[in-house]
């Protein structure tokens, strides 16, 4: 098995509890906004991810890391994301 490796992290701004100027975007949208930075920031091309591992607290499960990475431009990553806990999971 490859060796896993962290080539960037990003984050979305801190928003106010769903009354600032991010409240009607959709979660996928700004995943998919983070990604991108990522991507771009780790200089390596979109087509040499294996996978995305996406952290979020209010959406609720990896499904929202797997549609970030689609409309990221990531099509041939699974995408999983389920907080601090699936970090930690793929860290072993």
Known sequence: MPEAV????????????????LAGVPAAELA???????VKRSGVPAG???DVVFGESMQGGGV???????????EGVPGG???SA???????
């Open 48 to 50: 040499g991810f294996d």
């Open 6 to 21: 962290i080539v960037a992290a990003c984050r979305t701004a801190i928003g106010t509890s769903f009354k600032g100027a």
């Open 32 to 38: 998919a906004h983070v990604i991108e930075h990522a």
């Open 81 to 83: 994301g389920m907080g």
């Open 64 to 74: 929202l890391a797997r549609h970030a990475a689609l409309m990221a431009g990531l």
């Open 86 to 92: 699936l970090v930690l999971e793929v860290a072993r």
